[in-house]
């Protein structure tokens, strides 16, 4: 672990025991064991601190959900269960992470703050929609957006419960007892009327976002200038399947690939 990653840990864990605002930078230099002018060095302010926590997690999160997309031993299913299992596995490790997000709120820290958690939230439903309709198919897009939404509902409650109600229960059984839930509501579903129904523009908006995230992340140009030319694509009236597809291949072998689900959600593919 880098001495960057050392700050962050020991910063999450005085952020969810003493709150944001009640923690200085003083005190995250001397749990780290650094001088406060050291620490400056690595952050310039305890808002970088947080956006480098939520950052840092869920990349890790999502760099772990990449490697069992690409497990062509896994079904569809088996591969969500294994992501949702993870997700709620890191939760058990990082509770610091769901307490500031919970007890402090984003949105009281900075406005930068709370666009990256709305933002790793899109990333998280767009991996819900992908991963719904890799499942059961196409019978389900007209109702994805209702059960995305239903189940990271039903998952945040039961972490909320766990978290400040102090209850246990079995996180082993968790995911599967969610999974079953969705089979039951994917099946009720069938003989209604979506509540939230695709919005074409809005998903090829969204889209169009996420590629400019990742053109600002990327960390060499051949990469950037492939994600240029995927935007341009993208904004064509009625962009090449093909092509997309193509493009898409070559980032899921790169150093962006845990983009890469929720740009196929978001692109419907």
């Not at 480098?52 to 999502?62: E, R, T």
């Not at 088996?78 to 709120?105: P, R, T």
């Not at 899109?122 to 019978?139: A, C, K, P, T, V």
Request: net charge negative.
């Amino acid at each position: 672990m880098s001495r960057k990653e050392q700050i962050i840990e020991v910063a999450m864990k005085l952020f969810a025991e003493k709150g944001y605002h009640a923690t200085s930078m003083q005190e995250i230099a001397e749990h780290s064991h650094l001088a406060k002018g050291s620490l400056y060095n690595y952050f310039k302010s305890k808002e970088e601190i947080v956006l480098s926590i939520f950052q840092y997690h869920y990349d890790q999160l999502f760099q772990q959900f990449a490697r069992i997309a690409s497990d062509r031993s896994l079904t569809a299913r088996e591969k969500f269960l294994k992501q949702l299992s993870l997700q709620i596995e890191a939760f058990e490790q990082h509770k610091e992470i769901v307490q500031m997000h919970m007890g402090d709120h984003a949105q009281k820290v900075s406005e930068d703050v709370h666009a990256l958690v709305l933002r790793i939230r899109s990333h998280l439903f767009d991996w819900y929609i992908q991963s719904f309709i890799d499942m059961y198919g196409e019978r389900i897009r007209p109702f994805v957006l209702d059960c995305a939404i239903m189940l990271n509902g039903m998952l945040k409650e039961y972490l909320f419960f766990a978290l400040f109600e102090k209850q246990s229960f079995s996180f082993q059984r968790l995911a599967p007892f969610l999974m079953e839930r969705l089979d039951a509501l994917v099946d009720s579903l069938q003989h209604d009327m979506p509540l939230i129904c695709h919005d074409a523009k809005a998903e090829k908006a969204r889209a169009l976002a996420l590629i400019d995230e990742m053109i600002e992340e990327a960390r060499d140009y051949h990469t950037m200038d492939l994600l240029k030319q995927l935007k341009e694509e993208m904004e064509r009236d009625e962009p090449r399947k093909a092509i997309v597809e193509a493009f898409l291949l070559y980032l899921q072998q790169s150093d962006m690939r845990q983009f890469v689900p929720a740009l196929r959600a978001a692109l419907a593919l």
